[in-house]
């Protein structure tokens, strides 16, 4: 069977563009999504729950592709060079809803009291992990969840500083891989940039570009430069 969401004569998700051109397709996607993004971190919402997962998803990616904001209908698999060309495990699309319901109902119990914000954040990166786990759409998981979690957030009561996220998107990506690991995970990495762009602990203001470059440059032995962006492939029924 292939891929659904790739057109019949090249391996391109079908998009509203009917770009077929790999290239050109990030490129529109980057611009559109870039513009989009900063419309959807000036909104606000009283809820955050699965729909609203799906509502982000959708404001972002809603002018590219038709699907924006549904679960995905197929398995994927990712190689990612960060496991030595292994994949993460992503929950069977049936299991999707289910599981994001589960984790949802952690979402809900985040308060900040005033004097708990390190451990809000660090529950807060660990239902992003498990979220970002889930993986509930085809494409754009990533983007969504980094959203999600600044919006989240902003409605609890922080300060975020969400263009760290962008600026260092191959550490952030690398970051998620290792954080859903089961119970091989590691968290260290995603913490040290929700930490920062939460709580701000490790950024001096009189030389930020220094200290983020330091500190966002490599997961464990595997250095962030050297990330290589690859599609999700459709993992064939058996």
């Known amino acids: 069977m292939r891929d659904p969401y790739l057109y019949d004569d090249v391996d391109i998700l079908k998009n509203r ?5 790999h290239d050109l397709l990030s490129r529109a996607e980057a611009d559109i999504t870039n513009l989009s993004m900063l419309a959807v971190y000036n909104q606000s919402y009283k809820v955050f729950d699965t729909r609203t997962l799906q509502e982000i998803h959708s404001d972002i990616f809603g002018q590219i592709y038709d699907w924006a904001g549904e679960f995905r209908t197929i398995q994927i698999a990712k190689y990612e060079d960060v496991l030595g060309g292994d994949t ?8 999707i809803k289910k599981e994001l319901d589960v984790i949802m109902k952690e979402v809900k119990k985040l308060n900040r009291t005033g004097s708990n914000d390190k451990e809000v954040v660090f529950r807060l990166e660990r239902i992003m992990a498990t979220i970002w786990r889930i993986h509930p759409f085809r494409e754009g998981n990533t983007r969504t969840c980094i959203v999600f979690a600044v919006l989240l957030a902003k409605h609890i009561g922080f300060e975020v500083n969400h263009e760290l996220f962008k600026t260092h998107s191959a550490y952030l990506r690398n970051a998620l891989v290792w954080a859903s690991q089961g119970i091989y995970s590691k968290h260290e990495y995603l913490e040290r940039i929700f930490t920062d762009a939460i709580l701000g602990d490790s950024l ?5 570009t220094a200290i983020v470059a330091r500190n966002y440059e490599s997961i464990g032995e595997y250095k962030v430069k050297d990330y290589v962006v690859r599609p999700h492939e459709h993992v064939k029924d058996k």
Do not use: A, H, L, S
């Open 17 to 21: 563009g009917n770009i077929k051109d």
């Open 88 to 95: 993460v495990r992503y929950t069977f699309p049936k299991q």
């Open 204 to 208: 001096n203001e009189e030389d930020v």
